[in-house]
């Protein structure tokens, strides 16, 4: 994966998780959200890489955070 795609998934995870209605709208629709984000019209392909590079980031987020908690329990 290209490094400027990295730091753009990494920003917009950033952006996506920072704000309630974003975070509603890249559930409702993620294209679209991201798309307005970038504010740049891309190929297809690359949105969709952006967008599949975010869901990830974000559930990998999600699943770190739950594992950190159980530790904490034991």
Known sequence: ???????????LVERITADKNLTAQFQRDPVKAVEGLIGVDLPD????????????????????????????LF
């Open 1 to 11: 994966m290209d490094i400027n795609i990295k730091e753009k998934i990494e920003e």
């Open 45 to 72: 392909d690359v949105v969709e890489k952006l967008v599949a590079g975010v869901k990830g980031k974000i559930s990998l987020d999600k699943a770190s955070g739950a594992v950190d908690m159980l530790k904490k």
